[in-house]
């Protein structure tokens, strides 16, 4: 991942300065990407103003205290962090502070995605009333710090938590968790259903069950007046059926253009230029707090094999 945030820094020249390199691998990085290597965070500290936290999870929580203590702006990978009292200690650290926190979940600056929750938000459907939510890739690498969910969170802290973000995004605040699992060896697949407070229900499900290579993603929203629905599979982007006119100017089940644009460096541009300018976030803190809590609701679920009360 840390890669991949490279890359989109890397779109614009002179923005992408430092990184944190203690061994071979982080020096390699740096050679790379153009950037100074530093070997300790206190060499970082006076090189840069924004931290991008690209590392395993567990480290997630020491990084960005150290960061905001620092006076540094912290973007962080999703999740959090492995627990509510981790992410809570980032939240803390950066509010006493006086530095923001970005955490990227990139679903929200997916194309399709961001088009149907405008089309919602416009009142395109209607009321959301369910909303189906599927995200299928192939096993980690043997080996991977992603197969021990100690580390990882497993598939709902991994892979889950982008469609349980976004679920709350579409259809508020959720209450109550169920989830179900099977495990075929490395193979796992989870369904977890969501009962939001407003009374929509979110049927999610998440896995490392495809064949290799493979991954597949696909939303379906029904509300009071229609259905937006995609599939990574499909030729359209998205399709909607039945939805009511948003604009004046709207002809019934229109959609905006999508274009191609990198999500990835989409959703840290966007954090960009909220920083440069002051403006809103489109994810805040206590969304990517909010999107833990629900992962960890969809753990305690498989854990227990009854329904819980998402914890506040």
Known sequence: MGRVHAQGWAQRSGVLRAVYAPDENARHFAARFGLLPCATLDELWPEVDVVDICTPTPSHAGYAVQAARAGKHVICEKPLALT?????????????AGVRLFVAHVLRFFPQYAAAQAQVALGAVGEPRTLRLSRLSSPPAPGSWLLDEAQSGGVPLDLMIHDLDYARWI????????AAQARRGDRVSVHATLSHTGGAISLVEGGWAAPPGVFRTALDI????????????AAPPLQAHGVVPATAEQDG??????GEGDPYAAELWHAYDALETGQPLRIEPADARAALALALAVRRSLESGQPVEVEA
């Open 84 to 96: 509510l009292d981790e992410a809570d200690r980032i939240i803390s650290a950066c509010d006493e």
């Open 171 to 178: 259809a508020g605040e959720v209450g109550r968790v169920y």
């Open 222 to 233: 029904a509300g009071t007046g229609g259905v937006i629905e995609w599939t990574s599979d």
């Open 253 to 258: 089940a229109a959609l905006p253009e999508l």
